[in-house]
């Protein structure tokens, strides 16, 4: 069985599982010797005056969150002209969430060159436009049934190779908790099966909402399910709806052609590890219970809420 630890990165699991174990080692010890001390630092890597620190934090809490080891720097954002974000916001709203890129940039292109300010890149009015659909979808109170696929940031180690895990699954809006979901590692999950196995527990005078879903997910999809199924709004998607985290890790909703090496120098950053299949597969299935547990406590939160 994997361990999974809250507050710790995947990639640093099997580190912090060593650590654990010799941290436990010495405490056991009543009164260690300086030799015991410096062969039990050295088993990590560490000079005595680390690991004593190490021991100090781990007596205090004996959490291992607190045994992570030093994070690499992250590299921060720049930061944008307050008067550039306005310019995109007006923009998103004369356009329209569903707007295209295109189209939104094209009208900050000009309300940027008329006030001399440097127009902002496509990614960062990208951002902005899910984050206009995101806060629209998650007011909207209908019952639906999103259909979406993601790639989650966490390397494994498949085959000899750094690949990622890929998930296929039903979004349940306005909630937001994830179902019939299926987890591959390497490629991208196959939504159509998941499509098709949600629609298959339904009976057929169900007056569940129907699944949304791109229209080339509904044309692989086989016959009997199609009257069950809908185009999905531009505002209704993944990316839209869950965004860049999902249960505390990283996920892309577009499977980027360089997003495996991104993966590969993670994994030869310091203390981090690959994971294999079955402890990536844990750690996606963690995320996915985390998020649908904050989902749930979101909604107790609002009905009590309400009820005062």
């Not at 990165?9 to 010495?26: G, H, I, N, T, W």
């Not at 005595?48 to 080891?69: C, H, T």
């Not at 039903?170 to 939504?191: E, K, R, S, V, Y």
């Not at 909703?253 to 294999?276: F, M, Q």
Request: hydrophobic letters at 35%; charged letters at 25%.
């Amino acid at each position: 069985m994997t361990i999974i630890f809250d507050g710790v990165d995947p990639v640093r699991l099997k580190s912090v599982l060593e650590r654990k174990r010799v941290l436990e080692a010495y405490c056991a010890i009543e009164k260690p010797t300086g030799r015991q001390t410096s062969d039990h630092a050295a088993s990590l890597g560490m000079q005595q005056s680390q690991f004593y620190n190490l021991v100090r934090a781990w007596k205090l809490r004996s959490s291992p969150s607190d045994i992570i080891g030093a994070q690499p720097p992250k590299q921060r954002k720049p930061r944008i002209d307050q008067r550039v974000v306005d310019i995109i916001g007006q923009a998103i709203n004369n356009e329209g969430p569903e707007a295209s890129i295109g189209s939104v940039s094209k009208e900050v292109k000009k309300s940027c060159a008329k006030q001399q300010l440097a127009m902002p890149s496509r990614n960062t009015i990208q951002e902005r436009i899910m984050k206009a659909r995101s806060v629209r979808q998650n007011d909207d109170p209908r019952p639906r049934n999103i259909a979406f696929q993601a790639r989650f940031e966490i390397p494994v180690n498949h085959r000899g190779e750094i690949k990622a895990p890929h998930i296929a699954g039903i979004l349940q809006m306005p909630i937001g908790t994830i179902t019939h979901f299926q987890i591959l590692i390497g490629a991208p999950a196959d939504i159509i099966r998941v499509v098709e196995d949600f629609l298959a527990t339904m009976d057929a005078g169900d007056d569940s909402p129907p699944v949304l879903a791109s229209g080339k997910v509904i044309a692989q999809t086989r016959n009997e399910f199609r009257p069950r199924l809908r185009i999905r709004p531009k505002d209704c998607t993944g990316s839209a709806l869950i965004g860049r985290v999902l249960g505390g890790q990283s996920i892309l909703h577009l499977n980027h052609p360089k997003a495996d090496e991104k993966l590969e120098r993670k994994v030869r950053a310091g203390l981090n590890n690959a994971l294999s299949p079955t402890e990536a597969i844990t750690a996606v299935e963690d995320a996915i219970a985390k998020h649908n547990a904050a989902t749930q406590r979101a909604l107790s939160d609002q009905s009590a809420s309400e009820a005062t």
